[in-house]
């Protein structure tokens, strides 16, 4: 068995997350979509949707797709820098379960949203 490997997503990389999405959704009962890639690759963007994407035994074992939202403005604070990092989607493929991709891809996006000054589900 092999060691979980993340990393993040970069805009060569929207098939496969595209890919990846379909595949959660087929598992979730979704019926097929022709052009569903195609769709998929118009709109999304690895700079508003930091994504990342973990690989395990030369597969694509899951993914982690968020969103960047800044903080709006509070009384009293004059300049406030930071925002929040909501997770859209978090999936792992089947036959990956309990192997630590969930955890692997979770700890990617922590650190980075951290190193960005962004808080987090029950961080101030």
Do not use: K, N
């Not at 979704?30 to 690895?46: C, I, N, S, Y």
């Not at 969103?67 to 997770?87: F, Q, T």
Request: hydrophobic share 50%; charged share 20%.
């Amino acid at each position: 068995m092999g060691e979980v490997r993340v990393r993040q997503a970069a805009a060569a990389d929207v098939l496969i997350v595209a890919a990846l999405r379909l595949q959660a959704a087929r598992v979730l009962g979704a019926g097929p979509e022709p052009g569903f890639l195609d769709r998929f690759a118009r709109v999304w963007d690895a700079e508003s949707d930091p994504t990342w994407v973990a690989e395990l035994d030369g597969a694509h074992a899951g993914v982690l797709i968020a969103r960047s939202v800044p903080s709006l403005p509070w009384p009293g604070v004059a300049e406030y820098v930071g925002g929040h990092l909501l997770v859209s989607m978090l999936f792992v493929a089947p036959g990956h379960a309990d192997r630590g991709v969930a955890q692997a891809l979770t700890a990617a996006m922590t650190t980075w949203a951290r190193d960005r000054g962004l808080a987090l589900t029950g961080e101030p």
